[in-house]
């Protein structure tokens, strides 16, 4: 199959006839936004994951997999600085699954949803008829805070590029313990305006790819700004773990330069924030390394139709 | 695993600590309701179907799956009298998959979706690693029609019991391509006082017993009222089929003597409606034969936890 997941994901977004009165986001960011009313609206995100791709039932327990389904669609939320409100969940089980393992999987949703404030409402519990593995999916959906929502499709040229915290090497643990950047996000969208946002799910390379296309700009990236994570300094390749590994879930945005520095001056943490790059005008996505050499960067994080890309 | 669907949601809704006023309808319904507001509120249900177990893509066409999996979840507003307004869509597909097959599936979702004005607004599609197979997650919200939603738990002693349709022999093909009774379901509900609703999902049989135990009643079926299907009569046991085949999704619903003789002079279709018992004080179910001998009904539909249970 040559179809990239960003290549399907405009395909349906370019045959989907949303109004935009009561749709104001549609398919192609972190979530959709529902309109219900002049006052009210509603944010809305889905994500599955499946055994041997999101996560390993051989080495990771139930219970951790139910706390990442949630946080996975809690950093949806996060990525558009909303409040997450409520979600349903929807498990496909596998033989020898019985109530020990749905109240260990149920135990993982809860603590990731109560800790910001997101009930699980509902579900549906199905059983494969044969030896076919675990799925689980989640819907959520969220709510409108004090600030508007983000959309990928706001960067303009001269912004900064922001990171919250560190990049790369997830894959060793952290993709199953990690915090949705919830709080974080909301702080930031409360204290500057930020014109672009995205949770770093599939790698920054990716990532900073969908905010570029969504926004017809490019980026350029500062090799010795980018905050790689310990894990990945232990790696064989730590720049191209942080690069493209994915599952940091960490907040990736983008501002104007004056904000950007307002921000990183009054920001008190505990979450780091760095700036990592800036918007450029020349649609494609550069690199600057500790020479000065500039290259270009591709896109080379996770895509979930392709599997993943090696460099 | 001894444990059946009806009794691990009952622990699911146990565990669930949501506060009735933003939740005024919690887990163990068609669909969760969620307060935003003081005037506004939103329903949400989801449902996983698995080849092999819901379709069997050897047979049914993608386009075919894309609508059951919509219908399914607009059976589910129906079943509480309510709009639907937006769904996303999750996928796990298999070896082999790609572009031409997506856009098959989106087809059938969309004409499900436009046929009751439910805009696809998002989804995530991911691939299994090896050769497990596809699945299909939908979560759709609705909101209030005219009418206050229909709960399961409003059975009253008393009540006439109605079903639209008839019931059983879907497996034959009529699963794939049934009519979600939204249209019907908010009609009815704009015409009478309706106590309480379901679709039938799993079987006559497993789905009033449901509405008996959220409202703490029983119930008496009149065999010679069941309207059987054209696909039953030519089963081997049409009435075992019509009581517990499940996927008719029809309309099960009970509502005052009174009512509902008003409701069946004044209805005119096109979609039939029976009353084919009334609801009693016995907690239990019972079943009135040809003869004038009364048994005990047993919920004998689909369980999808323990597949399916033989008479």
């Known amino acids: 199959m040559s179809v990239s997941e960003d290549e399907i994901t405009a395909w349906f977004a370019g045959k989907s006839k949303l109004a935009a009165a009561d749709f104001p986001i549609g398919i192609g960011d972190d979530m959709a936004q529902i309109q219900l009313g002049d006052d009210t609206c509603v944010f809305i995100t889905t994500d599955m994951l499946l055994d041997g791709v999101h996560f390993d039932l051989q080495q990771a327990t139930l219970e951790q997999v139910g706390y990442k389904a949630m946080a996975v669609s809690l950093s949806d939320c996060a990525a558009m600085a909303t409040v997450p409100v409520a979600a349903v969940v929807s498990v496909a089980l596998p033989e020898g699954f019985g109530e020990e393992e749905l109240k260990q999987l149920h ?18 519990i199905t059983r494969w008829g044969d030896k076919s593995p675990f799925a689980i999916s989640v819907a959520m959906f969220s709510r409108k805070a004090g600030n508007e929502p983000i959309k ?26 990690f915090e949705p950047r919830v709080k974080e996000a909301i702080k930031i969208a409360q204290m500057v ?14 990532d900073l790819n969908r905010i570029c296309r969504a926004s017809g700009v490019g980026a350029i990236i500062d090799v010795e700004r980018i905050p790689i994570s310990d894990e990945a300094k232990r790696s064989e390749e730590p720049l191209n773990s942080a690069l493209n590994d994915g599952e940091d879930f960490e907040l990736l945005f983008t501002l104007c330069e004056k904000e950007c520095q307002r921000l990183l001056k009054k920001w008190d943490g505990p979450v780091p924030i760095t700036q990592i ?12 390394m500790p020479d000065g050499r500039i290259s270009d960067l591709e896109a080379r994080g996770y895509d979930h139709l392709k599997g993943r890309c090696e460099l």
């Open 107 to 124: 135990s993982g949703i809860t603590i990731a949803g109560e800790k910001f404030g997101c009930a699980l409402v509902g579900g549906d």
């Open 152 to 177: 990928r499709s706001g960067a303009r040229v001269g912004d900064g590029i922001c990171v919250t915290g560190s990049l790369g090497g997830a894959g060793g643990g952290k993709h199953l313990e």
């Open 193 to 206: 305006r930020v014109n672009a946002m995205i949770d770093i799910s599939d790698g920054l390379s990716s």
């Open 277 to 288: 790059g800036t918007i450029t005008e020349t649609k494609k996505m550069q690199i600057k």
